[in-house]
């Protein structure tokens, strides 16, 4: 066994076993390094990633592969889930050295850390134009040796590329509504009219964007995606849930991960719909969503599991497809590979319950077992929304407790009672934003107070005050090779941009100038990218859109269950933002009473609010 027997990530205890000499990201493994004066050898991966598993299995548990890491390198095995900082940095190396990026990366860095050579996946015997893994060793540590200089300057040269990159100016030009409906319109041009969603092969699921488009009223982009892609294959009709992708433009044949992000996210999205159109089978697409985390995520404490692999028994798909005679309609049956098949249609309820029943019994992927804060928090969001309140609380809870320090920040991870990390920008963003989602699916105030209380910390911590946004690490975290800002969704919403859309909505609570000031600093920085890339910048533009939209607030005080506080919810808007009371805490609630024992709604605009209200039929917007 190696030094990852020691780790508490699943990923990095996957290759505990390798005869490779592997080191976690260390000042161990960074200072043998420099005092051998060896080039790292960093492979950076996650545990459900199915060609990670096949890199492993051909090259790593390979003696003569291992001897030749061992002889040359200081091998490092990252997981990107546990250090998402180290994944955006050396991603840009590879993405600048070959055009594209993936995982498994492997990346070749001089003992200082500047990359000079990179990859994704290379295969043990030269293929499809690539060279084998061993070439490529041999190859880098004969430059090492033969050719120092050049290889130095190299990564000198792209280190500079990297910083550079990481260094965004904000526009001075205006905020405007037109923004957002160039957007929209751009969205439209590259929209796939057949089957939704944008681009070809492979497809992922855009949920920010339909958050976006949801909130514009498209109607026709936002259901021609969801139906198309709830219509089976990538969408599970058996066990309720979405796998990572597709690899087809069908949303078909899918890539058989199932990430905690994508069912958190794609989850609130159908929520969202189905309030917006009125439509029951969107609320149902959701609701199997959610049984599926609640089923074969939920971790003991009130975490959730980051993810289920795509392979079981080393075979991808093996428990989701089946053959003729298994029991599954065959006039469902999509061609998959090796004589099984994919599900795409519809089953009835007694049928779809006795398949997942049979398909229990089958082998099981591996379940990454580890609780990452900023995927947990958009599922508490997606738990609030969907009104599964008792583990939605419990999720707060182990939030609030195990995953966070004795001073009240946040970790990044938490597995098997071991909490580590540093929180991240998109930790704490995220985590804000289930917790205040949660504080008006339940009325506490408790989970608003905590929600800005995260919200402001995150402020102190990663903001840029000279020139606006939020760097992606904490201001105390170990420097690295460059301090980036992150702006798209990658799938998962970036921290800008979500913590820019907590902050917007909190600052019209606590009217909060300071607070809207911030949020904005980030779409100034975005705005250039909005008009060139709304595909990759779809929570961005839910933030956009919040800030131009009417400035509507919401008080309620006293039982967040009386119908006129349900019919308050009725009535709300996306923008509209809501705080339940009593609470001398929360600017928005000073004053504020319930009248004569009776829950009251107060409808406000810029903090100037009407009578309070006490009769539901009397919850209305004034023409």
């Not at 390198?73 to 600048?96: G, H, N, Q, T």
């Not at 899918?254 to 969107?282: C, I, Q, T």
Request: with cysteine; charged share 25%; glycine share 8%.
């Amino acid at each position: 066994m190696n030094r990852l027997a020691h780790e508490t990530s699943p990923y990095l205890q996957q290759h505990a076993a390798n005869p490779v000499d592997w080191y976690p990201w260390s000042d161990e493994a960074l200072g043998r390094a420099r005092a051998e004066d060896r080039p790292i050898l960093l492979s950076i991966g996650y545990a459900a990633c199915h060609w990670c598993h096949v890199m492993e299995r051909e090259s790593f548990e390979d003696e003569l592969t291992a001897r030749v890491m061992n002889e040359h390198f200081v091998s490092i095995k990252v997981d990107r889930e546990e250090r998402p900082d180290l994944d955006a940095i050396y991603m840009d190396a590879v993405v600048a050295l070959t055009g594209q990026g993936g995982w498994p990366m492997t990346v070749f860095l001089t003992p200082d850390g500047e990359p000079f050579f990179g990859g994704t996946y290379f295969p043990p015997e030269p293929r499809h134009g690539l060279p084998s893994f061993k070439q490529v060793l041999l190859s880098v540590a004969e430059a090492w040796r033969e050719q120092r200089g050049d290889v130095e300057r190299s990564g000198a040269r792209l280190s500079e590329h990297i910083r550079a990159g990481a260094l965004i100016a904000a526009s001075n030009e205006p905020l405007t509504e037109d923004l957002l409906a160039a957007a929209q319109r751009a969205l439209r041009n590259g929209f796939d009219q057949r089957w939704g969603g944008w681009g070809r092969a492979p497809k992922f699921p855009p949920a920010p964007v339909l958050e976006f488009l949801l909130r514009r009223g498209d109607e026709e982009l936002t259901r021609r995606t969801l139906d198309s892609m709830a219509l089976g294959g990538m969408w599970d009709v058996v066990g309720g849930g979405f796998h990572r992708y597709s690899v087809d433009e069908r949303w078909l044949v899918p890539h058989f991960e199932k990430m905690l992000y994508d069912n958190a996210l794609l989850a609130s999205a159908y929520l969202h719909a189905a309030r917006r159109f009125g439509e029951e089978r969107y609320r149902r697409v959701a609701d199997l969503t959610l049984d599926y985390v609640l089923r074969e995520l939920a971790l003991e404490g009130g975490g959730f599991a980051s993810a289920q692999d795509a392979d079981t028994d080393g075979v991808e798909g093996l428990t989701f497809t089946w053959a003729p005679g298994e029991g599954a309609p065959e006039e469902l049956f999509e061609p998959f590979e090796h004589g099984r098949f994919v599900l795409r249609g519809e089953l009835d309820e007694e049928t779809r319950r006795t398949l997942l029943a049979q398909r229990a019994q089958r082998p099981q992927p591996l379940r990454d077992d580890k609780a990452i804060a900023s995927w947990n928090g958009l599922l508490l969001a997606a738990l609030a929304q969907g009104g599964r309140m008792e583990p939605a609380v419990g999720l707060a809870e182990f939030l609030l407790g195990p995953l966070s320090t004795p001073d009240g920040r946040l970790h990044r991870t938490w597995r098997d009672g071991v909490a580590k990390g540093t929180g991240y920008l998109e930790d704490y963003a995220d985590v804000a934003y289930g917790l205040a989602e949660l504080h008006v699916a339940t009325g506490d105030a408790r989970f608003l107070l905590e929600a800005h209380r995260l919200a402001t910390l995150a402020v102190d911590l990663f903001a840029d005050d000279d020139a606006g946004g939020f760097f992606q690490t904490p201001r105390d975290a170990e420097p690295l090779l460059a301090r980036k800002k992150e702006l798209d969704d990658h799938p998962t919403p970036s921290g800008n941009a979500m913590l820019a859309y907590v902050l917007l909505r909190l600052a019209r609570i606590w009217g909060d100038d300071e607070l809207e000031r911030r949020g904005v600093g980030v779409l100034r920085l975005a705005r250039d990218a909005l008009m060139r890339a709304p595909s990759a910048l779809g929570w961005l533009l839910v933030a956009l859109d919040q800030h131009l939209a009417p400035r509507r607030e919401i008080a309620i005080v006293g039982d967040p269950e009386a119908p006129v506080a349900r019919a308050a919810l009725d009535l709300a808007a996306p923008t509209d933002v809501i705080a339940f009371g009593p609470s001398q805490d929360v600017p928005l609630l000073a004053g504020r009473t319930e009248v004569d024992g009776r829950t009251a709604v107060y409808l406000c605009e810029s903090f100037v609010c009407g009578l309070p209200v006490t009769e539901p039929a009397l919850v209305r917007r004034p023409a």
